[in-house]
Structures are given as C-alpha cells and as structure tokens.
C-alpha cells in the first residue's frame, strides 16, 4: 500500500513571507544569521527585516554568512551567537 502525496511549491516564498516587528519591543537584543545563498528567505527579506527591528529600536546584531545556505547558516554562525550571548550576559551591548 503507497499513500500518494501531492505536493505544491510556492510559487514564491518570499512574496508570502513577512516579518512583523509590532510584538517586539523596543530595545530587545536580537541576533540575526543570513546566508548570502540562502534561497529560503533571500537576504533582501532579511534586510527589510533588520531596516524594521532597527525603526522599531532594537539591538540587532546581524551576521552576513558569504556564500552559506539556509540549511547550514545556524552551524556557519554558531560562533558569533555564542559571542554574542556571552557578551550580552556581560552587560555588553553590540
């Protein structure tokens, strides 16, 4: 017995995705990782993204990851987030 599954790509993700910074508040820490390959949410969405956190008053640190994909950027940043937590636990603020 096969179950027969159909399957239905976007026809565009980023045109559906969309980031909403109205429940952050203001001054909150935040931590973003883009690949420059990433074809699952396109560093154009990702900067719209950070351009909004910023006019909203968040802290954002935002890494640039050259040449990594979706599914390798949390791996490829692990090191800057680290960092990062670590100094934030710290009292400093990048």
Known sequence: ???AVKIRPR??????????TARCAPGIPIFLA????DQI???AV???????LWQGGSKVRMVILPDIGHGHAAQASTMAAVNWLTDRFAGSVR
């Not at 883009?34 to 390959?37: E, I, P, V, W």
């Not at 990702?46 to 909004?52: E, H, R, T």
């Open 1 to 3: 017995m096969f179950l």
């Open 11 to 20: 026809a565009n993700l980023d045109a559906s995705f969309s980031n909403r």
């Open 34 to 37: 883009q690949g420059t390959n």
């Open 41 to 43: 949410i396109r560093p």
């Open 46 to 52: 990702a900067q719209a993204y950070l351009d909004k």
